[in-house]
């Protein structure tokens, strides 16, 4: 048993996404949550500076005794989860082979599509956990820098959303993918207009709820999961004005929990 | 006479619309151009992030001996102009006053429309600009927090530029203004969309032309000016790699100036 928190982090509060399915399918286990409001978005940044920027969000969790650490960013799990476990010795899991494996387990056909953030699909990671499952699989990767902004602006179900949804999926439908990995804490935000483009037997695979039972599996594994009652508590490194209203869109419930601010450029 | 540069900030490269025109209206002037493309964008963040993050550039542009500073991006403008007279010693100028100046002269009816960034928007720095030169101008305002994303992938002339701007500007084409002022510096490559939109009689104002006519005045009447050869060096805060493809973008020239990768964090 070990009741000290899970760390989770974002590039922002797309994570929450997966914060709550961890909350949903762990219920005794106590999250500390960072969202780099400040520097977000991760996914047009270059590969070093996405290293850099996750390597203080695990520096700050680390301050917070956590007994692991999830990364709820697709870009983050995809380009620094190979720096963070070689440089700490906490255990470390991103959201790219638990959302893989759960993909090779739903294709049919094995046509698998991912779609992700610019560094998430020019990482390759979805592509190499596919093939390392199962190379008889073939892939179909799309960058889609639009679909962040438009869900932070709340085009998530309008003609823009639908129009800019056609541009980035029309050459993944016409590859006969069966399967969709939703490479990005934001996009299940957008699965009503993405299930219109591919139509409704294609199935969507986003990263919470596999991740979630990756965690559970690995605390129970090493006798760590905790007992009693959760606490969450929220960090963030731009003001927390907008976290409430983000919050509770990415979380599909009303937030109280406390939330701070921290001076992320420090770690 | 002064041969120093003048240090020119931005968020990101968008700024780079504005030293365009410095370099186009002050041939002899060098120029340090900084863009904090590792913390881009300033748009969406706080006001209390936005005044940290200008005041690290400006101390990253001190280091290079320049003679005057200039905030090229319209929020760190709007948002931390006044921190910044009120901490530094050196000539800042920033893009609202010069830019407000040249829009109370353009317009005939009076009513003059305002677009940029939910910082810019919210700040309302142009309006007051505005009103202090002409009391009789009516302001409408409107935030097109999709514009930068729509420009940084390339969205400036599609059916979903169109149909986002439609959204946007609508409500300003019915208050029947004559002029907008750009208030972001990714809008100019907008200005086809736009201009089709309100109609080939609306006046679009952007900063670029105003400021480098401020800025010309501001050295002439200190005595200031640079004699001989101009240089010019860019620094970034990401790495160096999308600098040509977006520079020559917001330049409208090939760009093989020196660029360099500097640690903005630590200013």
Do not use: W
């Amino acid at each position: 048993m070990d009741n000290r928190p899970i760390g989770v982090f974002d590039s922002g509060l797309g994570g929450l996404t997966v914060a709550k399915e961890l909350m949903n399918h762990l219920p005794h286990e106590s999250i500390i949550y960072f969202g780099d409001t400040g520097r977000v978005p991760y996914g047009t940044r270059s590969r070093e500076t996405i290293i850099k920027y996750a390597a203080s969000d695990i520096n700050f969790l680390l301050t917070q005794d956590v007994k692991a650490i999830v990364i709820a960013c697709g870009t983050a799990s995809s380009v620094a989860l190979g720096y963070a476990l070689q440089h700490y010795d906490i255990p470390i899991v991103g959201v790219v082979a638990s959302t893989a494996a759960a993909a090779a387990s739903a294709t049919v056909n094995k046509k698998v599509g991912i779609i992700g953030t610019s560094g998430t699909i020019s990482s390759g990671s979805y592509e190499r956990a596919l093939k390392q499952l199962d190379d008889q699989i073939t892939t179909h990767a799309r960058a889609c820098p639009l679909f962040v902004p438009l869900v932070e602006n709340g085009y998530t179900d309008n003609a823009v959303a639908r129009l800019v949804a056609q541009d980035y999926l029309s050459p993944l439908k016409d590859s006969g993918v069966d399967t969709i990995i939703l490479g990005c804490t934001h996009y299940p935000l957008l699965k009503g207009v993405i299930s219109d483009i591919m139509g409704k037997d294609t199935a969507l695979i986003d990263s919470g709820a596999p991740m979630a039972r990756q965690v559970g599996k690995l605390l129970a594994d090493h006798d760590m999961l905790a007992e009693g009652t959760a606490q969450y508590s929220y960090f963030v490194s731009d003001t927390v004005d907008n976290f409430s209203r983000y919050g509770s869109l990415f979380m599909q419930r009303e937030l109280s929990d406390s939330v701070s601010r921290i001076d992320i450029e420090r770690y």
